[in-house]
């Protein structure tokens, strides 16, 4: 079992671009959550996807976006970045009818933004 | 609003030695809390987690303690060894909820 896998694992954008971050999660996993981790902080939750559908929303911009896919793999897509976009993103999956608790996290994509 | 925090930023142990971790919530709404260890590169990875009607639960070398009156969590390691170090972070999450609400951790330091 690959676990949780995102990808890239690095990026450098410049301010103003726009970014797509990709994420597959942990087989039998059906929920994906993103969370953006700052430098010495920990990580702050975007939003959550289930049945393809964006379920709950933490406090950033309208510029934070995403998607999930049938086969449950999700983006996070940044739009006109900003250099406090950079940051660790992280992915995290949870099983059907699991709690967050059980949720697995991804590796990461570091993102510089320029 | 709702917040998870940790008293101490940095800790610095001997191998061998017990280290306790410590952080602070305060949303007494929280029924879930979970601990995860960070290693530099790396997402962070469950070690283990407790619910808010049980004061204390036990892993293979790690005891999580739970005070609800004083709306503290604790992460206790025993026998400490050097690929513990790493940052160390709580969370807390609730019944219906859907994300975690992580604090900004503490970095454990294991020495030789």
């Known amino acids: 079992d690959a676990g949780v896998t995102q990808s890239p694992t690095h990026l450098i954008k410049t301010r103003g671009q726009q970014v797509t971050l990709r994420c597959s999660p942990k087989?039998?996993?059906?929920?994906v959550s993103w969370y953006q981790q700052a430098l010495g902080q920990g990580p702050q939750f975007i939003f959550q996807y289930y049945e393809e559908e964006e379920r709950q929303r933490g406090n950033f911009p309208d510029r934070f976006s995403g998607h999930q896919f049938p086969n449950y793999s999700s983006e996070l897509n940044v739009n006109a970045l900003l250099l406090g976009d950079s940051a660790l993103y992280l992915c995290?999956?949870?099983?059907?009818?699991?709690?967050?608790?059980?949720?697995?996290f991804g590796q990461g994509t570091r993102l510089t933004v320029v | 609003g709702e917040s998870v925090g940790l008293h101490l930023p940095t800790l610095s142990v001997q191998e061998g030695d017990n280290s306790i971790i410590n952080c602070a919530y305060s949303n007494s709404a929280s029924d879930y809390f979970i601990w995860y260890k960070q290693e530099s590169g790396k997402g962070p990875q469950f070690i283990i987690d407790i619910r808010s009607n049980m004061d204390k639960r036990q892993g293979q070398r790690v005891t999580v303690l739970l005070n609800k009156t004083v709306k503290h969590l604790s992460l206790q390691i025993a026998a400490t060894q050097p690929g513990d170090s790493a940052v160390y972070f709580c969370?807390?999450?609730?019944?219906?909820?859907?994300?975690?609400?992580f604090g900004t951790g503490t970095r454990l330091l294991v020495s030789p």
């Open positions: 995290a999956s949870s099983p059907p009818g699991g709690v967050n608790t059980e949720a697995f």
């Open positions: 969370a807390e999450t609730w019944t219906g909820f859907q994300k975690l609400v």
């Open positions: 087989s039998g996993h059906d929920t």
